[in-house]
């Protein structure tokens, strides 16, 4: 018979927005800890959060419902799936994006390191993890004023962590690399989960403990990753403590859940999952309607209609007739319909 966690406290995130699949991430690794075969985590101690309930006031609400909520004798699990990015210019920050982040207005639509730790601070859990999957850079749109390098970890948070005492910080991928989504999870959700399942665990007494977890998914995910993604943790000032059970309570693990039984389908480059490539489609615009298309464009797919046609890509081909713009592609990353977008003129003939 499986026994609750009752120590165990959760806030899981997944920004989506132009990252989807971070959404199905956060789901994922919510689910597994709200498991009573598994990790067993009171179902009311999990707060998920995505998609347009990931923006930055709703998660800054839910670190000090955390804070109100816990206790020292608590264990506090804190993953965040989006992007991070840190600007160089006009002055180095350090930025977790949620759902729903402005450039323009970063102050008040994304969260700084400092504020970031500011909120764990209050936390008053001896036992703390914090996990951050931090994608690429792709979706950061208007960044003209900023010169912007992604970052796996706030540097304010490093610092926090380095003093170990219960509290431990893993990143997805070292401060170079970038971080690999995947179907149906991204490389370091699945190695975390397939962790959390018991996979990890250094002893068979029933607890899956923090290193063991940063551990085992820095063995993994160079595998999932042809050896392009790197798990970071300071592992010598981190303490081992327990997070969560790794079977409701028994000593013999359960096994894997179906999703996790296989490996995932990894992109084979950063950004090509999110931007949900699209490989034929016919699309009809009439009236004063444009289409929008972002990315690499290429191949095999009609779009027609008597609207204007913008893309980005120099590889469009564009066949001209009376009435019609034809827009010869392959593959479109974020075909959008939109009102205006610029225009492609039609030649008459």
């Known amino acids: 018979m499986s026994h609750l966690f009752e120590q165990g406290h959760a806030c899981v995130i997944g920004v989506g927005g132009d990252l989807p699949s971070t959404a199905t991430d956060a789901k994922g690794l919510a689910k597994v800890l709200k498991d009573p075969e ?140 970038l971080s690999y989504a995947g179907e149906p999870y991204s490389a370091f959700t699945y190695a975390l989960m397939k962790g959390l399942c018991g996979e990890g665990a250094t002893q068979q007494d029933g607890y899956i403990r923090a290193t063991d977890l940063a551990m085992y998914a820095s063995r993994i995910v160079p595998t999932l990753t042809s050896d392009k993604q790197h798990p970071v943790l300071d592992i010598e000032k981190a303490d081992n403590f327990v997070l969560a059970y790794y079977a409701g309570g028994d000593l013999q693990p359960k096994g894997l859940p179906p999703e996790l039984a296989t490996e995932p389908r990894i992109e084979a480059q950063p950004g090509e999952l999110n931007n949900q490539i699209i490989q ?20 095999a797919t009609i779009i027609t209609g008597d609207g204007n046609v913008v893309g980005n890509n120099n590889r469009m081909q564009t066949v001209n007739q009376k009435g019609k713009t034809n827009i010869s592609i392959g593959q479109a990353h974020g075909l959008h319909i939109g009102d205006s977008y610029g225009s492609a003129r039609d030649d008459e003939e």
């Open 38 to 177: 598994r990790c067993a985590y009171p179902e009311d101690q999990v707060q998920v959060l995505t998609g347009e309930e990931a923006t930055r006031n709703q998660i800054l609400q839910t670190l000090e419902t955390l804070a109100a909520s816990t206790d020292d004798d608590s264990t506090v699990l804190i993953y965040f799936s989006g992007h991070g990015h840190q600007l160089q210019k006009p002055f180095k920050s350090y930025f977790l994006m949620p759902y729903g982040y402005n450039t323009e207005a970063l102050d008040e639509t994304a969260i700084s390191g400092s504020e970031f730790v500011d909120y764990l601070r209050e936390i008053p859990a001896q036992k703390l993890l914090v996990m951050l999957d931090c994608c690429h850079a792709g979706g950061l749109s208007d960044v003209s004023a900023f010169e912007v390098t992604k970052a796996p970890l706030p540097p304010e948070a490093q610092r926090m962590f380095a003093k170990g005492g219960g509290r431990i910080m893993i990143g997805s991928s070292r401060p170079e690399e």
């Open 280 to 299: 034929t489609t016919t699309v009809t615009v009439s009236g004063n309607r444009s289409v929008g298309i972002g990315g690499s464009v290429q191949g």
